[in-house]
């Protein structure tokens, strides 16, 4: 697959601003929610967790895919629970199940017919989960650089574990994201600011307080999350996942290296014949910003050939 170049990518991703927020009532848990667009939906589940002082994630990072996609779909991207502006979880109850639960939750509160999900990082695991438990749910599954669903041990801790700047800071958020990516250039001011929006609400301090302060990501949310993945890992060896999937790759991603990838195409084609995978030469851990275009046209023509009355 051809390159492109640093100039082309920088050309083809301007700043582009979200569709304005609306809210909906999801279990009990306030949920924002950007969309855009008509026709079959195509919901977006971003990566991160709650509870990390130096990033945090919502849906903004989005932002170079809805508007594209939704010439030809109905594209809808949520804050996460306890995510940008989304509510914390109820209780203590800070695992992924509960973003698994409360995504599912979102596609059956606004009423949706079978959805093109797509999941990054955090959020391809949350993705694929939620697939396996609720597949009524799934039209098709689109998988981008998950370290924490590939078969093997993802390298976050080591590539991004000591910032050099204080948590908090446009600096750390900064540095996170540049490192995150093959080119720095990618991590806008626009970006950051959504990011800082996130770090410094109320709610979301709280979060940290809890993930951090309390140790509940250590006690909690790492060995559930260490659990559920040994579970979903072994229902797809059993071929559980009945719905066409696509696996999208940066190529030179540190943080969820391509072998993980490639290791999880296998995994899941072995069941699922209508299996893809798509890597993309100088990218990091965000093809979708780093070459939108290429991105957008991958999943516009994948949800495409396995859309309702679609005959592949």
Excluded at 73 to 83: L, M, P, S, T
Excluded at 168 to 195: K, L, Q
Excluded at 206 to 217: I, L, N, P, Q, T
Excluded at 224 to 240: P, S, V, Y
Aim: hydrophobic share 40%; glycine share 10%.
């Amino acid at each position: 697959m051809a390159a492109a170049t640093t100039v082309e990518r920088r050309a083809e991703a301007p700043d582009v601003p979200m569709p304005e927020g609306k809210w909906i009532d999801v279990g009990g848990i306030r949920t924002r929610y950007h969309e855009a667009g008509r026709g079959e939906p195509i919901v977006f589940i971003y990566g991160g967790n709650f509870g990390t002082p130096d990033s945090a994630s919502s849906a903004y990072t989005w932002n170079l895919n809805l508007a594209p996609l939704a010439q030809r779909f109905r594209a809808i991207a949520f804050d996460k629970v306890g995510q940008g502006h989304t509510d914390n979880p109820p209780g203590d109850d800070y695992t992924m199940q509960a973003v698994v639960d409360h995504a599912g939750a979102f596609i059956e509160a606004m009423k949706l017919p079978p959805v093109h999900l797509v999941g990054h990082s955090r959020g391809g695991f949350a993705a694929m989960r939620l697939a396996l438990q609720k597949q009524h749910l799934v039209r098709t599954l689109t998988i981008v650089n998950s370290g924490t669903l590939m078969p093997r041990v993802g390298t976050n801790e080591v590539v991004l574990g000591k910032p050099p700047f204080p948590s908090y800071t446009r600096e750390c958020a900064r540095w996170v994201y540049e490192n995150y990516s093959f080119d720095p250039a990618i991590v806008t001011e626009a970006w950051i600011d959504a990011v800082m929006e996130t770090l410094n609400l109320p709610k979301y301090r709280e979060s940290v307080r809890k993930m951090v302060d309390e140790r509940m990501g250590f006690t909690k949310f790492v060995p559930n999350l260490a659990r559920d993945k040994r579970e979903t890992l072994g229902w797809l060896r059993e071929g559980r996942l009945q719905r066409p999937a696509q696996i999208v790759w940066g190529f030179n991603d540190r943080t969820a290296i391509v072998d993980g990838g490639f290791d999880l195409f296998a995994m899941v084609a072995a069941h699922e014949r209508r299996t893809q995978i798509h890597v993309i030469n100088e990218s990091g851990h965000f093809p979708f910003r780093e070459h939108p275009a290429r991105f957008n046209a991958l999943l516009a023509g994948f949800a495409a050939r396995f859309g309702e009355g679609a005959g592949a």
